[in-house]
């Protein structure tokens, strides 16, 4: 079993950056209005939605490193 480093957190970070950036870069006016929605959106909804992401990241994380 690997550790966890601290090279391993910069770089998912490194990567959720470039994501993003990718994506505000190639589709503005859709990540605009994707961010409107999400301030429309009730806490109820985003906490769902945040939760299960953060599940399905830590799946994935764990199905990589297994």
């Known amino acids: 079993m690997k550790s966890f480093g601290y090279g ?3 770089v ?11 994506l505000f870069a190639a589709l503005p006016a859709w990540m605009r209005s994707a961010m409107k929605s999400v301030l ?9 939605v945040g939760l299960a992401s953060a599940v399905i990241g830590l ?3 764990w199905l990589v490193r297994h």
């Open 8 to 10: 391993d957190l910069i």
């Open 12 to 22: 998912g970070v490194g990567m959720v950056l470039v994501l993003e950036g990718l």
């Open 40 to 48: 429309s959106s009730p806490d109820n909804i985003l906490r769902a």
């Open 59 to 61: 799946l994935l994380i």
